[in-house]
């Protein structure tokens, strides 16, 4: 297992387009996370999976946003209409969580840099 | 809601040297996490310390050490013996184990400069 992969790596798009990114996250790990970072930023939360189901999702996901797990596998982030605010790096992350509430550590991807002009 | 707050937007230190990074935290949570992630230039997060805040023992990592103080709400890193392969974005991080999804709340990042 080679870690959280995160496709493209970089992404240009012109104000308007879709844009979807891609999640592989480590493979036994059920729980999949999203955050968002902007420029010289932390890293903000925006949407969660459990297996395949989307647990919660922050404000900060607007209706233009939708995210996918099909399967508790890979995960998809898609932005519509995209606006310059969309320009950010996203993140995934992945982790096993177990019935009893232990987990293991996050184990983050190296994201996808957006870039809309 | 929590807030997590670190007020050294860059700092720099000499290698070999001694550098410490500020980190304070808002909650009403008794138990919780805090981490240090380091990011570098390859854009990876990745963890460097965690601290449990049910145990008073502050977290060692070699080089790496952490002063936790709960009343304060404050939690510093400590990088001794710097080396270059230490400049990179710092983050600390607050999670609530109790939440439903483990959320992390990250600060806005101190970046960090080690000097030959």
């Known amino acids: 297992d080679t870690g959280v992969s995160q496709n493209p790596r970089h992404k240009i798009t012109k104000r308007g387009q879709n844009v979807t990114f891609r999640c592989d996250p480590i493979?036994?790990?059920?729980?999949l996370y999203w955050y968002r970072q902007t420029l010289g930023q932390g890293p903000e939360f925006l949407t969660y999976?459990?297996?395949?189901?989307?647990?919660?999702k922050s404000r900060l996901l607007s209706d233009r946003f939708s995210a996918e797990r099909p399967k508790g596998s890979f995960s998809t982030l898609e932005i519509q209409r995209t606006e310059q605010g969309d320009s950010a790096m996203y993140l995934c992350a992945s982790t096993l969580r177990s019935i009893s509430g232990t987990g293991s550590g996050y184990t983050f991807g190296s994201g996808t840099r957006l870039t809309v002009v | 809601a929590q807030t997590v707050t670190q007020s050294q937007p860059e700092m720099s230190v000499q290698e070999a040297e001694t550098v410490t990074l500020s980190c304070t935290y808002d909650t009403s949570e008794n138990n919780y996490y805090l981490f240090w992630y380091k990011q570098p230039p390859s854009r990876q997060m990745i963890l460097v310390i965690r601290?449990?805040?049910?145990?008073?023992q502050n977290a060692t990592e070699n080089r790496f050490s952490v002063n936790f103080q709960k009343a304060a709400k404050s939690f510093s890193l400590k990088i001794s013996d710097s080396q270059l392969g230490d400049t990179a974005m710092y983050f600390c991080?607050?999670?609530?184990?109790?939440?439903?999804?483990?959320?992390?709340?990250f600060g806005g990042g101190t970046r960090l400069m080690v000097k030959p």
């Open positions: 999976f459990q297996n395949e189901a989307q647990l919660e």
């Open positions: 493979s036994e790990h059920n729980r």
């Open positions: 991080a607050f999670m609530n184990p109790t939440s439903a999804g483990n959320m992390l709340t």
């Open positions: 601290q449990e805040a049910y145990k008073q």
